[in-house]
């Protein structure tokens, strides 16, 4: 880790004020990181000191020991820390990764006895990203943090999937009805329906909020279901109610939560939830008269997540529609009405021309929803 130039009475203050992450026995070459940060692990490497109080994410990728320019995927995990916070992980060389097993109170009281002696092996946390760390993670609560991480607490840039079925032998494919491997395959199509079908491992996966398939109430009419169709207020109550009844930001949380994990954390899987989630949340016409501060602060997270994604990110490689320009088009067509409070009404008008300026954004076309929107009936229900 490269030195950083600080106060020396600062340094002082936060030597003992800051939380501690040791990491012993970390390969030397191994891409390491904490939030906005990545550096390659020295010979003298035992982790990183005076971090702040709060949520950080850890993140590391193992090299290949014949050519150190050759990394893995990126793993990651989170990590709530407290004023003078002590911990300790190890490098699990077979698994190579960190094993993420709470150290003894023992080995604890031990360390921190000598930690003015670990001092020079250890990096000082990088304060002038803190404020950007910040403002993509201050609604990231510990609760929220720990309902999603996964039960292993390690994110993984490639999901360790299992087969569903058992397929290595002979006898396994024969009870699937599946042919030997060696069989000749006919068609794409033959070879493709032979691959044994996965699932992800137990414990491994972000337990993000399972998005409604379904965006009505059941028993709604054809009028109704219409209607939920274009404003989505109906399924963001049920995804707020799932997980967040008593605290609805937490949402906003979730959002973060999976920005960050796609950002840092090289996720894809967490993008595509971010999205969907997104959607909801512009697409509540309903919701967003009524939840002023929810939607006030919504604004505030995207403005800084939009800070770090590059304009044409969100540009379909197939269609080359933007997704958010549409999405972002529908939530300016409700905020600009005057039945919305003054105040999200004007930070809306804000954000819009910010995005205009810097992205070149046009969002004064019409808005898709204004297109007649053909939805699916659940079956046996008839029009009039």
Request: aromatic share 10%; with cysteine; glycine share 4%.
């Amino acid at each position: 880790m490269a030195e950083m130039q600080i106060n020396p009475d600062l340094a002082k203050r936060l030597f003992f004020e800051g939380a501690t992450v040791v990491i012993l026995n970390m390969p030397e070459g191994t891409e390491f990181g904490i939030d906005y940060n990545t550096w390659h692990v020295g010979p003298r490497f035992r982790g990183v000191k005076m971090i702040p109080p709060g949520i950080h994410f850890f993140h590391y990728s193992s090299v290949n020991r014949c050519n150190t320019k050759e990394t893995g995927p990126r793993t990651g995990f989170f990590l709530s820390l407290q004023q003078r916070d002590l911990q300790i992980l190890h490098w699990n060389s077979s698994n190579e990764e960190v094993d993420l097993t709470p150290a003894s109170e023992e080995e604890i009281e031990i360390m921190r006895s000598n930690l003015q002696e670990m001092d020079k092996f250890l990096g000082p946390y990088p304060y002038e990203t803190l404020k950007k760390w910040i403002s993509l993670t201050n609604f990231i609560s510990e609760p929220v943090m720990k309902k999603l991480q996964p039960e292993s607490g390690q994110i993984c840039a490639f999901s360790e999937v299992l087969p569903v079925l058992a397929g290595k032998h002979t006898k396994d494919r024969a009870e699937q009805n599946l042919p030997p491997y060696d069989t000749e395959c006919k068609s794409y199509a033959e070879g493709l329906a032979r691959l044994p079908k996965m699932k992800l491992k137990a414990g491994t996966e972000i337990r993000f909020t399972e998005m409604p398939k379904q965006m009505y109430p059941d028993g709604a009419t054809p009028e109704e279901i219409t209607r939920h169709s274009m404003d989505l207020s109906y399924a963001l109550e049920t995804v707020i109610n799932k997980r967040y009844s008593s605290q609805p930001q937490d949402v906003l949380a979730e959002l973060q939560f999976a920005f960050i994990c796609f950002l840092i954390g090289n996720v894809y899987d967490a993008f595509e939830h971010w999205k969907k989630l997104l959607n909801v949340l512009c697409r509540s016409e309903d919701a967003i008269g009524k939840q002023q501060v929810l939607y006030t602060n919504l604004i505030s997270v995207l403005y800084h997540q939009l800070g770090e994604i590059p304009a044409d990110f969100f540009v379909d490689i197939v269609s080359q529609d933007n997704f958010l320009t549409s999405t972002l088009q529908v939530f300016f067509s409700y905020t600009c009405s005057s039945t919305i409070d003054r105040t999200l009404r004007k930070k809306a008008e804000k954000f819009k021309a910010h995005l205009t300026k810097k992205f070149k954004w046009d969002f004064e076309a019409e808005p898709d929803d204004c297109a007649p929107v053909v939805v699916e009936l659940p079956e046996g229900v008839l029009l009039d």
